[in-house]
């Protein structure tokens, strides 16, 4: 089962940073937290992922806390295409499955 | 470097029929991964495979479904005698490799059962 926590909705300003937070408590060492989005009913999109430094990258940005417990998501300056259903996944130590929790809504309002 | 590819993109099969969904993986890719996404729901993970291996198949129905992953040629989800229930959406993810890598979804095929 997922081992996320997301809110179920949030709204963002267009043009205004979306900050998109995801507690993670039981999190194990090797454990990576990942990050997927999906609009309307596409294929999931990745997003990036992180291990406990913050990354960034042309989506997005990444910040995991220092006790790795949660993290934040942030999309620097939401577009109305930023509007989807955004995961927060934490990949289980052997690598296989991706699972999917029920993710944050995020409408961007113009 | 083209994406996964999956088709059909729309499949509409009659209750009891065979419902036959491919996926081509990213190339040089040889993980696949099956999800079903039931209307107005999330994504449940299916089946994970690797090259000629069912290495987790925890979320599969126990019976009427099963997944391929052939040293050549796409993987194959495979429902025998659909019912209506099986209507949704199947998407297919592959990865490079096992552990803490991406992996990347395509866009789906839509089963309709009628």
């Known amino acids: 089962d997922a081992k996320t926590t997301q809110p179920p909705s949030m709204d963002c300003a267009e043009g205004r940073a979306a900050n998109l937070p995801c507690n993670h408590s039981?999190?194990?060492?090797?454990?990576?937290v990942y990050w997927y989005r999906q609009i309307h009913s596409q294929g999931p999109q990745y997003i990036i992922h992180?291990?406990?430094n913050n990354e960034t990258n042309e989506m997005a940005s990444l910040i995991i806390t220092e006790d790795r417990k949660s993290s934040t998501l942030i999309l620097p300056h939401a577009t109305l295409r930023d509007t989807a259903v955004y995961y927060c996944?934490?990949?289980?130590?052997?690598?296989?499955?991706?699972?999917f929790g029920t993710g944050t809504s995020l409408t961007v309002i113009p | 470097n083209a994406g996964v590819m999956q088709n059909p993109r729309h499949l509409v099969r009659r209750r009891g029929q065979e419902a036959r969904l491919r996926c081509s993986p990213m190339?040089?890719?040889?993980?696949v991964y099956w999800y079903r996404q039931l209307p107005e729901e999330g994504l449940k993970f299916m089946v994970y495979?690797?090259?000629?291996?069912?290495?987790?198949e925890s979320g599969m129905p126990k019976e009427r479904f099963s997944a391929e992953f052939p040293k050549e040629g796409p993987s194959i989800l495979r429902i025998q005698q659909v019912v209506r229930g099986d209507s949704a959406a199947y998407f297919c993810?592959?990865?490079?490799?096992?552990?803490?890598?991406?992996?990347?979804f395509g866009q789906g095929t839509r089963l309709t059962v009628v």
């Open positions: 996944i934490v990949r289980v130590a052997n690598g296989n499955q991706f699972y």
């Open positions: 992180g291990l406990k």
């Open positions: 039981t999190i194990s060492g090797n454990e990576y």
């Open positions: 190339k040089g890719h040889s993980h």
């Open positions: 495979l690797q090259k000629e291996n069912i290495i987790d």
């Open positions: 993810a592959s990865s490079s490799r096992t552990g803490n890598t991406e992996a990347f």
